[in-house]
T-cell receptor, first 116, second 118 residues
Framework: NAGVMQNPRHLVRRRGQEARLRCSPMKGHSHVYWYRQLPEEGLKFMVYLQKENIIDESGMPKERFSAEFPKEGPSILRIQQVVRGDSAAYFC??????????????FGPGTRLLVL | AQKVTQAQTEISVVEKEDVTLDCVYETRDTTYYLFWYKQPPSGELVFLIRRNSFDEQNEISGRYSWNFQKSTSSFNFTITASQVVDSAVYFCALSEAGRGSTLGRLYFGRGTQLTVWP
């Protein structure tokens, strides 16, 4: 049973370029969360998605960041016109259809983004 | 205000010592969930345990044990007879389930770096 898959594992971009991070949830999981881990900080929630729906994006920066989870294919976190401050580890987590007593998020290995 | 506080930023112990990692949380919800995750040097996040607010039983899993105290809003994690492989950053996290909360959204503490020396 494959876990949460993220790719690429490492991504290098120059300032002004676009970064696309992909996340395939565990089989049977229909909820995806994205978190960002900045150096010297803990993990911060960014966005929560279900298939074709953004449920909560209150943790997303207002500009340049977007996320989607299409009916088919992985969830995508997109960062346009990257800046050095975007350098961080981006983690995706998935959980099954929410049943209150069974909420556990399982994390992927993360994508380390470095902006030069 | 920080919802999850891990006051210990770094702890060093020698192998076979017991070590306790502290976690204090803050929430107004009566139903919530608490978690511990491990982040080894390789960088991935490994789920360790989930505790529901309505279940105050403490739990033991091998060398790991967790002490949930609602009265002090704490969910501490103890490793008995620590080993070098336990060296990692450990994160405590909270998920709220009240009205108006985003189900499943995790609030993380800043983590405790545990180093176990041989």
């Amino acid at each position: 049973n494959a876990g949460v898959m993220q790719n690429p594992r490492h991504l290098v971009r120059r300032r002004g370029q676009e970064a696309r991070l992909r996340c395939s949830p565990m089989k049977g999981h229909s909820h995806v969360y994205w978190y960002r881990q900045l150096p010297e900080e803990g993990l911060k929630f960014m966005v929560y998605l279900q298939k074709e729906n953004i449920i909560d994006e209150s943790g997303m920066p207002k500009e340049r960041f977007s996320a989607e989870f299409p009916k088919e294919g992985p969830s995508i976190l997109r960062i346009q016109q990257v800046v050095r401050g975007d350098s961080a580890a981006y983690f995706c987590a998935s959980s099954p259809l929410l049943v209150r007593r069974k909420e556990t998020q399982y994390f992927g290995p993360g994508t380390r983004l470095l902006v030069l | 205000a920080q919802k999850v506080t891990q006051a210990q930023t770094e702890i060093s112990v020698v192998e076979k010592e017991d070590v306790t990692l502290d976690c204090v949380y803050e929430t107004r919800d009566t139903t919530y969930y608490l978690f511990w995750y491990k982040q080894p040097p390789s960088g991935e996040l490994v789920f360790l345990i989930r505790r529901n607010s309505f279940d105050e039983q403490n739990e033991i899993s091998g060398r790991y044990s967790w002490n949930f105290q609602k009265s002090t809003s704490s969910f501490n994690f103890t490793i008995t007879a620590s080993q070098v492989v336990d060296s990692a950053v450990y994160f405590c996290a909270l998920s709220e389930a009240g009205r108006g909360s985003t189900l499943g959204r995790l609030y993380f503490g800043r983590g405790t770096q545990l180093t176990v020396w041989p």
